[in-house]
Each structure stands twice: as structure tokens, then as C-alpha cells.
């Protein structure tokens, strides 16, 4: 078997990926390195208290934005099967999912209404309908 030669699209579209990839790595970078001086003066300063709620939900909101952006990475830089289409669209539902449940997780109930935690569980909820149609519909 010959190997396909790329057209001049999935040259560009591979060029695109291979940026993107390298800006999101910087990006990661730069927030990991944000997480490690956040611990390590929380650490440092005894700020990271037991007790203390808010650098949890700081340190955690870190985390996962750090993982919802190694996330989001990966489903860029590696495309899957033929079916990728499918794929892709429940790596994205995931990552929404789990960028909703760090806004629940970081949620500062006396900042915010009542009307904005409704439509996070709403927009939560309607993701896990979608999550749960698009697995049905794999088989």
C-alpha cells in the first residue's frame, strides 16, 4: 500500500494543530508554575489552614483548571479514529462538564444569585443529557 500523500488542507490544518498545541503547552506551563508559588506560600505564610476554605477552593480551582487544560490539549493533539467526529464532540462535552463542576467548586454563594447556581445545575444537567445521548448513540 501507497501512502497517502496530505493535501495542501490537512497540511495547513496540521501546521494550526502543532501552534495550538505549543500555545496551550505554554499556557499549562505558566499555570502550573501559578500553582506551585500559590502552594508553596500558602505553605509557606500557614494560610494552607484546615479550616481555611477559600485557599482550598483557590488550590482546587487551580487544579482543575489545570486539568480541564491538559484535557482540552490532548483532544487537540491526539485525534483519534475515523469516528473522531463522534469522539471529539464527547471530549468536548466532557471538558464542559468539568469546566461547570470547577465553577461549582470555586462557587462563592454570597457573591453570586441564586439564578447563577441555577443556570450552572441546568447547563450541568443538560450536558450530562447530551453526554449520555451521544454514548447511547455509540453503542
Same mark, same amino acid.
Given at each position: 500500500?501507497? $501512502?497517502?500523500? $496530505? !493535501?495542501?488542507? %490537512?497540511? =495547513? ?9 505549543? +500555545? @496551550?503547552?505554554?499556557?499549562i /506551563? !505558566? ?12 505553605? +509557606?505564610?500557614?494560610a494552607?489552614?484546615? +479550616?481555611?476554605? #477559600?485557599?482550598? %477552593?483557590?488550590? =482546587?480551582?487551580?487544579?482543575? !483548571?489545570?486539568? @480541564?487544560?491538559?484535557? =482540552? ?6 485525534? !483519534? ?6 469522539? $471529539?464532540?464527547?471530549? @468536548?462535552?466532557?471538558?464542559?462538564? /468539568?469546566?461547570?463542576?470547577? %465553577?461549582f467548586?470555586? =462557587?462563592?454563594? #454570597?457573591?453570586?444569585?441564586? #439564578? ?7 447547563s450541568l ?8 445521548? @451521544?454514548?447511547?448513540? #455509540?453503542?
Amino acid at each position: 500500500m501507497e $501512502k497517502e500523500e $496530505k !493535501t495542501l488542507y %490537512q497540511r =495547513f490544518e496540521h501546521g494550526v494543530t502543532a501552534i495550538l498545541a505549543i +500555545l @496551550i503547552s505554554i499556557m499549562i /506551563l !505558566t499555570a502550573l508554575w501559578g500553582l506551585i508559588v500559590e502552594i508553596y506560600h500558602l505553605v +509557606l505564610h500557614g494560610a494552607f489552614d484546615h +479550616l481555611n476554605h #477559600q485557599a482550598f %477552593q483557590s488550590v =482546587f480551582g487551580m487544579i482543575l !483548571t489545570l486539568l @480541564i487544560a491538559l484535557e =482540552f490539549s490532548h483532544s487537540i493533539i491526539h485525534p !483519534t479514529s475515523r469516528s473522531a467526529g463522534v469522539i $471529539k464532540t464527547r471530549t @468536548i462535552v466532557l471538558i464542559a462538564i /468539568l469546566a461547570i463542576s470547577r %465553577q461549582f467548586i470555586v =462557587f462563592e454563594l #454570597q457573591a453570586n444569585s441564586a #439564578q447563577v447556581l441555577a443556570a450552572l445545575a441546568l447547563s450541568l444537567l443538560a450536558l450530562g443529557v447530551v453526554y449520555r445521548l @451521544i454514548r447511547e448513540n #455509540q453503542g
